[in-house]
Structure formats: structure tokens, C-alpha cells
């Protein structure tokens, strides 16, 4: 716990900062309202020092980008509401949607319960897939009737092919990808903080986001691809022309896989739509331009930081 409030006291301070900064150089429309304020990335309401305090209803908690589940880690914050609701309504989707995966794939550390046909008896039971890839059906005697599990074992033999079939998901596709959505717009809170996300090109990410029901964000910004590795993950300008924004990597890990991710961000709230219809036509391993600012401060240097305030400010 006291490394927990270590972490957003210092994660405050590097935002706060941050904002600050912009204030003294003329690059806020709006009043901060605190001496130290962090702006929720999410509801875009302003926090004070004092929303640190665990006591209060609506503090500030450390956000995972991507979720811890998948093998992320925590480096920005979020208000306690947006980040319960985020938890209850999108990253849900995404950590089962990918554990389906695994489990339907038979991935070695996969298990499940599962309805066992065989010769039209259907039992019910467990599937579990050992590290080393070695499939074992158990079947529960609880919730079976006595009958039909005794035919259904005199009735199998060594070799005899069975149909398994897993409960129904309970994943909704769109907010999956949604899931994916949130990690890309976190990552980039985390490495550029405010002079991008606060430019008018990230509203429509933070309207999809706070209205998962809708489909305000089109669908095609994200891609799988191998070549996307734990280590090549960041936030990266897209210089291709045509292609211009950025590209979000990741890796999402599961118990039983790992896989790699871009999902495309807005530079501009003028042409995304084109952009991302564009990036929907491309065959598979399409590559893309990068600007790679791993190097640079956004935070304590404000060359870099009025630098990525004015290019966002040119093309909106």
C-alpha cells in the first residue's frame, strides 16, 4: 500500500507539473483550478493534491495500460469512477475475449468446463490442457445424471473422437477492441501527457470511450501482427504519407500466449476517418513510417513539450 501512494503522489507531481508548465507558457484555454491539479484523462474533470486521500469517494487510482492481467503495469492515473467503470465495462472484454482464444485453441495452461458429446449422450465436465499440451476430460458426477454418465463411459473407448464444446461467450466484440482503444490512449497520456491528449483530435477517443454503447470511433484502427514484440512497445508518430497519427505497440499476455498489437491514435480530428478506412484495405503485414521519440522528455523538457503542442495545434 505504501508504494501504492508513492506512486500516484509521484505520478501527480509529474502531471501537475506538466500543466503547470503549459500554463506558464500560454498553451491552456482554461483556468487551472488548483495550484497543483491533474486533469483525469477520461472525464477531463480537474483534481486537487487532496484527491489523493484513499477516504474519499472519488480518488485517485493508478491505471493500468495495458491491464495488469494481461502483463501490464501502472504509470498514470485516473479517477477511481472512470477507472471502475472502464474495469466493469471494457478491459473485462479484452482479458476474456483473449483467454477464449487460447482455451478454443487448446493452448497449453488452458482449462474450462464443457458439455462432452459422444455418440449423442452429452455429459458435462471439465477440459484442462496441461504446459506440456496434454489434453485431460473430466467428467463431474455432481451435476451429471447417474445414467447417462455410466452409458456415456461404456460406451467411449481409447481413440474414440469426441465433440467439446465450451459455454457461450459472454465477450462483446466491440468493446474488446474498445479495451484495445483505452490501452493505446493511457500509453500515450503516459509518454506525451497533456499537449496531446488535450488537442481536439483526442475528443473523439475520449466520446467513444465514455460511450462504449455507440460506434462514434470506426472500426479498423487496430491490428495483430507477430512482428509487434514487448520490446518494440510505445507510442510512435506515423510519418508514412497518407498515414499520418500514431501507432500504439503492445503486447497483451496471457497464461497461455502472447500477442502484439497497433491501434492507430488521431493526429488530426479533420481526416482519422479516412485514415483508418485506408488502413482497414491493407494485407496483412503492412508496415508502416515511424517517428521514434523514446528518448524524449514531454514532461521536464519544454522545448519538446511546446514542440508536440504546436504540431497537434497545426493540423486541428
Not at 234 to 239: P, S
Request: hydrophobic share 35%.
Amino acid at each position: 500500500m505504501a508504494s501504492s501512494k508513492k506512486k500516484r503522489d509521484t505520478l501527480f507531481q509529474k502531471y501537475s507539473d506538466q500543466l503547470n508548465s503549459m500554463d506558464r507558457n500560454g498553451l491552456l484555454d482554461f483556468k487551472l483550478d488548483y495550484e497543483k491539479t491533474f486533469i483525469c484523462p477520461v472525464c477531463m474533470n480537474q483534481f486537487s493534491e487532496a484527491d489523493l486521500d484513499t477516504s474519499i469517494e472519488n480518488f485517485l487510482t493508478l491505471e493500468d495500460a495495458p491491464p495488469k492481467s494481461l502483463g501490464g503495469t501502472a504509470n498514470s492515473l485516473s479517477c477511481k469512477k472512470c477507472n471502475n467503470e472502464f474495469g466493469h465495462q471494457i478491459d473485462y472484454h479484452l482479458t476474456e475475449y483473449l483467454n477464449e482464444v487460447d482455451l478454443h485453441s487448446f493452448l497449453p495452461n488452458t482449462g474450462s468446463k464443457a458439455t462432452i458429446t459422444h455418440k449423442g449422450i452429452k455429459v458435462q465436465g471439465t477440459v484442462k490442457v496441461d504446459e506440456n499440451g496434454k489434453i485431460t476430460i473430466t467428467h463431474l458426477e455432481k451435476v451429471n445424471n447417474p445414467k447417462s454418465l455410466k452409458e456415456y463411459v461404456s460406451k467411449t473407448g481409447d481413440g474414440d473422437i469426441t465433440n467439446v464444446e465450451f459455454p457461450a461467450t459472454r465477450v462483446e466484440f466491440r468493446k474488446y477492441e474498445l479495451a484495445l482503444l483505452k490501452t493505446a490512449y493511457f500509453m500515450a497520456f503516459e509518454k506525451y501527457g497533456y499537449p496531446l491528449i488535450l488537442s481536439k483530435a483526442f475528443d473523439v477517443i475520449r466520446e467513444q470511450l465514455n460511450n462504449p454503447e455507440k460506434e462514434i470511433y470506426p472500426v479498423g484502427f487496430w491490428t495483430r501482427q507477430s512482428v509487434f514484440k514487448k520490446v518494440s512497445s510505445g507510442v510512435y508518430q506515423i510519418t508514412s504519407k497518407g498515414f499520418e497519427g500514431f501507432q500504439a505497440i503492445f503486447t497483451l499476455k496471457t497464461k497461455a500466449s502472447e500477442s502484439g498489437f497497433g491501434v492507430y491514435l488521431p493526429v488530426s480530428n479533420k481526416n482519422y476517418k479516412n485514415i483508418i478506412a485506408k488502413l482497414k484495405e491493407q494485407e496483412a503485414g503492412f508496415s508502416l513510417q515511424y517517428m521514434n521519440y523514446e528518448d524524449s522528455d514531454f514532461f521536464n523538457d519544454e522545448k519538446n513539450l511546446k514542440m508536440c503542442f504546436n504540431y497537434m495545434a497545426k493540423n486541428n
